[in-house]
């Protein structure tokens, strides 16, 4: 063999060589790219299982959501005869509101009646979309003006004469939380300042019954409690005293709300989380995680149903509007919109209301149906007085009243 054939056979050799390491090397960053893209997988299934609208207590099979090992409490069944005694109970309770309602529009005539525009049954200038009702009492409170940097000011209203029923004086600054009790006896008003807080006011008297710690605040339906945050737990307080009665674990809860019975609490947390607790027990019952930020919440009349509002994306406006039936644990949607700040649920369970910057609108809940809208106007947050006669609409300039039959007809 000559030199020159030597050279060919080393260099052969050589490349041989070569090539089964490169054949080596390139086996081995496969099998890495695989296993990475297998952990990727994971990680990308978990968060999406985490972050997409579900229940972290349900596994989605057929429809049915559950996980039995997380449930700590659980709703009582549907017994057909309670719930038509209920209903016949409502409607009868309805009717002596509506009586009452039928006074209120006549005196609202009489003394509002001439800031009304349009349709309007009545308009009162407040300059504030801060304001409470109490119906029972015929009382409207609203924030009437902010006074010095750390003071606000409090006005109650008899909506039948339009006299003021009662001024409070609160120091801090107004929080944007008003709430009255169910009798209209007590008035909660909240305030920001070194510590946030929520005065209660005898609205009779004019005293201050109790200072408590917390915020986001909401009246039960019956009897003087009072719900809210103090930044990491749900709260259930007696409303006269303070007195601490439940505290309730709810990851840092940004709303909370009664049911119509008030044996029911839902809460929002900051991560997203509709968590629907038993009040008597402070135990969880359920829970859906939504993708996206929560903004509003509404039980529906018979308390079997949750109206929650988020959005649909994280930066756009789109929001959806979901209907949880808390009985055969399902959802269906109800309206899509930009972005709400104010939603209802009509006393007979058959209208929901929101408002959003492109004005009022009113929604049959079964269908879905637009039945109403009132554009390009001062839209604040939509109220449903429950006799079902009234409606009202608290704007940042005025709160506008409306007769809620003449208001939907076509």
């Not at 006299?163 to 801090?172: I, K, L, M, Q, R």
């Not at 006269?240 to 049911?259: A, H, K, W, Y």
């Not at 044996?263 to 008597?280: I, R, Y």
């Not at 809208?373 to 005025?398: E, Q, V």
């Given at each position: 063999m000559g030199l020159l054939d030597s050279w060919h056979f080393s260099e052969a050799r050589w490349l041989g060589r070569k090539s089964h390491q490169v054949i080596a090397m390139w086996k081995t960053l496969l099998i890495l790219g695989i296993l990475?893209?297998?952990?990727?997988?994971?990680?990308?299934?978990?968060?999406?299982?985490?972050?997409?609208?579900?229940?972290?207590?349900?596994?989605?099979?057929?429809?049915?959501?559950?996980?039995?090992?997380?449930?700590?409490?659980?709703?009582?069944?549907k017994d057909g005869k309670k719930e038509m005694a209920l209903a016949a109970e409502r409607k009868k309770n309805r009717l002596v509101l509506r009586a009452g309602e039928e006074k209120l529009i006549e005196g609202l005539m009489n003394w509002a009646g001439k800031h009304g525009v349009g349709d309007e049954l009545a308009a009162i200038p407040t300059n504030s979309q801060v304001a409470?009702?109490?119906?029972?009492?015929?009382?409207?409170?609203?924030?009437?003006?902010?006074?010095?940097?750390?003071?606000?000011?409090?006005?109650v209203l008899d909506l039948s004469t339009g006299s003021e029923a009662s001024h409070f004086t609160t120091n801090g600054l107004c929080s944007g939380e008003l709430e009255f009790s169910e009798d209209g006896s007590l008035l909660a008003v909240g305030s920001l300042g070194e510590e946030n807080s929520t005065r209660i006011w005898d609205v009779k008297s004019g005293?201050?019954?109790?200072t408590v710690q917390i915020t986001k605040i909401v009246f039960a339906p019956q009897g003087k409690k009072l719900a809210g945050t103090d930044g990491s737990n749900v709260k259930i307080l007696?409303?006269?005293?303070?007195?601490?009665?439940?505290?309730?674990?709810?990851?840092?809860?940004?709303?909370?709300?009664?049911?119509?019975s008030g044996t029911l609490l839902a809460s929002v947390t900051e991560k997203n989380e509709v968590v629907l607790w038993?009040?008597?027990?402070?135990?969880?019952?359920q829970e859906l995680v939504f993708q996206n930020?929560?903004?509003?919440?509404?039980?529906?009349?018979?308390?079997?149903?949750?109206?929650?509002?988020h959005l649909k994306t994280q930066f756009g406006p789109q929001s959806e509007t979901v209907l949880w039936d808390l009985e055969k644990n399902s959802r269906r949607s109800v309206t899509n919109d930009n972005e709400l700040f104010g939603l209802a649920i009509s006393p007979d369970g058959?209208?929901?209301?929101?408002?959003?910057?492109?004005?009022?609108?009113?929604?049959?809940?079964?269908?879905g149906k637009e039945l109403k809208r009132i554009a390009h106007f001062d839209a604040g947050r939509p109220y449903f007085f429950p006799g079902g006669l009234l409606f009202a609409s608290r704007g940042t300039l005025k709160t506008r009243f409306w007769i809620l039959g003449?208001?939907?007809?076509?």
């Amino acid at each position: 063999m000559g030199l020159l054939d030597s050279w060919h056979f080393s260099e052969a050799r050589w490349l041989g060589r070569k090539s089964h390491q490169v054949i080596a090397m390139w086996k081995t960053l496969l099998i890495l790219g695989i296993l990475a893209a297998a952990v990727v997988t994971g990680v990308i299934l978990r968060f999406l299982n985490k972050n997409s609208c579900t229940s972290s207590m349900f596994e989605l099979n057929g429809g049915e959501l559950l996980h039995p090992q997380e449930q700590t409490a659980q709703l009582p069944k549907k017994d057909g005869k309670k719930e038509m005694a209920l209903a016949a109970e409502r409607k009868k309770n309805r009717l002596v509101l509506r009586a009452g309602e039928e006074k209120l529009i006549e005196g609202l005539m009489n003394w509002a009646g001439k800031h009304g525009v349009g349709d309007e049954l009545a308009a009162i200038p407040t300059n504030s979309q801060v304001a409470a009702f109490s119906p029972q009492a015929g009382l409207f409170a609203f924030v009437s003006q902010q006074g010095e940097i750390q003071q606000f000011h409090v006005k109650v209203l008899d909506l039948s004469t339009g006299s003021e029923a009662s001024h409070f004086t609160t120091n801090g600054l107004c929080s944007g939380e008003l709430e009255f009790s169910e009798d209209g006896s007590l008035l909660a008003v909240g305030s920001l300042g070194e510590e946030n807080s929520t005065r209660i006011w005898d609205v009779k008297s004019g005293k201050l019954k109790t200072t408590v710690q917390i915020t986001k605040i909401v009246f039960a339906p019956q009897g003087k409690k009072l719900a809210g945050t103090d930044g990491s737990n749900v709260k259930i307080l007696d409303a006269e005293t303070g007195q601490t009665l439940q505290s309730i674990g709810s990851m840092v809860p940004r709303r909370v709300v009664f049911s119509p019975s008030g044996t029911l609490l839902a809460s929002v947390t900051e991560k997203n989380e509709v968590v629907l607790w038993d009040v008597e027990s402070g135990r969880k019952i359920q829970e859906l995680v939504f993708q996206n930020s929560v903004g509003e919440l509404a039980f529906t009349h018979d308390g079997w149903g949750l109206a929650i509002a988020h959005l649909k994306t994280q930066f756009g406006p789109q929001s959806e509007t979901v209907l949880w039936d808390l009985e055969k644990n399902s959802r269906r949607s109800v309206t899509n919109d930009n972005e709400l700040f104010g939603l209802a649920i009509s006393p007979d369970g058959k209208v929901l209301a929101y408002s959003n910057l492109n004005g009022l609108a009113f929604v049959d809940i079964d269908s879905g149906k637009e039945l109403k809208r009132i554009a390009h106007f001062d839209a604040g947050r939509p109220y449903f007085f429950p006799g079902g006669l009234l409606f009202a609409s608290r704007g940042t300039l005025k709160t506008r009243f409306w007769i809620l039959g003449d208001l939907l007809s076509p």
